[in-house]
T-cell receptor, first 115, second 112 residues
Framework: NAGVTQTPKFRILKIGQSMTLQCTQDMNHNYMYWYRQDPGMGLKLIYYSVGAGITDKGEVPNGYNVSRSTTEDFPLRLELAAPSQTSVYFCASSYSMGASNQPQHFGDGTRLSIL | EDKVVQSPLSLVVHEGDTVTLNCSYEVTNFRSLLWYKQEKKAPTFLFMLTSSGIEKKSGRLSSILDKKELFSILNITATQTGDSAVYLC????????????FGAGTILRVKS
């Protein structure tokens, strides 16, 4: 009954460092998403994927990269961490087939601070 | 530009009160509106609305969508301290599953 699992839960980075936020889901969902949540700003879509091997930019993709080599995993990569990337990051997944779009299920988030 | 606006930004009520949270949207090719509850961690799904005028209910929570006026409300009756959370509204187009635009959320605090 794991759902969407994100690691790590917390991380502090120095400016210029790189890291990968991991996300895996065990619900066989075809769609996966990465969001960032800043205080008072709601959730902003960074990247999304409609299936293995297919990714696309969301609203705020600059400074991030993703890959989707399997259905289960959707890692988010920060190459050169900047203070503006301090945020809480949420991964989500959903099932979509034709006109049947199911709600997104979210992981518990990764709190990232760039100092 | 697509946008979702929630009001109020925050409110404080006492246990037993009824609250109404508002969500207005302007989203290209709108298909569905979703409500989520976020406590300390992951947003958890409450409702998905696709048709106007049809109320969805789950216990003390209910929600309705007006596609003509482009808004939705979430009602919580007989509030409890466990209802304290951020309530997020999101609206999405039909393409690529639920590519959602989120509002900033309403912070609800229920005092005992």
């Amino acid at each position: 009954n794991a759902g969407v699992t994100q690691t790590p839960k917390f991380r502090i980075l120095k400016i210029g460092q790189s890291m990968t936020l991991q996300c895996t889901q065990d619900m066989n969902h075809n769609y996966m998403y990465w969001y960032r949540q800043d205080p008072g700003m709601g959730l902003k879509l960074i990247y999304y994927s409609v299936g293995a091997g297919i990714t696309d930019k969301g609203e705020v993709p600059n400074g991030y990269n993703v890959s989707r080599s399997t259905t289960e995993d959707f890692p988010l990569r920060l190459e050169l961490a900047a203070p503006s990337q301090t945020s809480v990051y949420f991964c989500a997944s959903s099932y979509s087939m034709g006109a049947s779009n199911q709600p997104q299920h979210f992981g518990d988030g990764t709190r990232l601070s760039i100092l | 530009e697509d946008k979702v606006v929630q009001s109020p930004l925050s409110l404080v009520v006492h246990e037993g009160d009824t609250v109404t949270l508002n969500c207005s949207y302007e989203v290209t090719n709108f298909r569905s509106l979703l409500w989520y509850k976020q406590e300390k961690k992951a947003p958890t799904f409450l409702f998905m609305l696709t048709s106007s005028g049809i109320e969805k209910k789950s216990g003390r929570l209910s929600s309705i969508l007006d596609k003509k006026e482009l808004f939705s409300i979430l009602n919580i009756t007989a509030t409890q301290t466990g209802d304290s959370a951020v309530y997020l509204c999101a609206a999405g187009p039909p393409e690529y599953g639920n590519k959602l635009v989120f509002g900033a959320g309403t912070i609800l605090r229920v005092k005992s």
